[in-house]
């Protein structure tokens, strides 16, 4: 079983900057990463995701250019920057995990993914 913690979260003024945290721990393995987010009063919705091995990442259309996934192996720590944040990035952030063992596989849909953190707040103000 893996848990996943998540970090990070806070109010901020539109242009700024957070970084999110997802602490892995449990059994040691290869996983694919991924950050989603709901919105009050909306579904959950996918941001991006990182192969376990690093070599790929995908962006929803959203966030590109503004937010960066990384991953520190050593430290079981997946890192979400979020930069130029916007009201409409408000949201609960969870991160999720996908043991997977292809070095590409980036998941993008919720079901594909096999454990979950709790949620952490990002509050954007204008």
């Known amino acids: 079983q893996v848990q996943l913690v998540e970090s990070g979260g806070g109010l901020v003024q539109a242009g700024g900057s957070l970084r999110l945290s997802c602490a892995a721990s449990g059994p040691s393995s290869t996983y694919a990463m991924g950050w989603f987010r709901q919105a009050p009063g909306k579904e959950r919705e996918f941001v991006l995701a990182i192969s376990w091995s690093g070599r790929r990442v995908y962006y929803a259309d959203s966030v590109k250019g503004r937010f960066t996934i990384s991953r520190d192996s050593a430290k079981n720590t997946v890192y979400l920057q979020m930069n130029n944040l916007k009201p409409e990035d408000t949201a609960v952030y969870y991160c999720?995990?996908?043991?997977?063992?292809?070095?590409?596989?980036?998941?993008?849909?919720?079901?594909?993914?096999?454990?979950w953190g709790q949620g952490t707040q990002v509050t954007v103000s204008s």
């Open positions: 999720a995990a996908k043991y997977s063992t292809d070095v590409y596989y980036t998941p993008r849909q919720q079901y594909e993914y096999d454990y």
